[in-house]
């Protein structure tokens, strides 16, 4: 599910080591990688919160289940940069919703 996408006025690769340093200064356990799009991976134990651009030409905030690590992690991103948040998720394309 998609939680929030960040706003920048430039391209995503332009962002993408700022980004990078900027998770890596607030969350222990951080991968991320840039190919055709810049993906990030944030762990919290078993949660892991992605930031990508695999559906968006912006990086958004997406988890399998809401809860405390993907608020965190959006609240954390608040702090430096726009983002807009919403109020109920949205599935991604690959998603089934719930029955």
Known sequence: MIFAEMDYPNDYRDIHQELDGFLRTQFSRVESGLQLDSWYWIFDGDQKVAIDTFSSAKHQVKCSVAGPHVNHVIE????????????????????????
């Open 76 to 99: 954390t991103l608040c702090v430096r940069y726009q983002v807009k948040v919403y109020v109920d998720p949205v599935l991604e394309g690959h998603e089934d919703p719930a029955p």
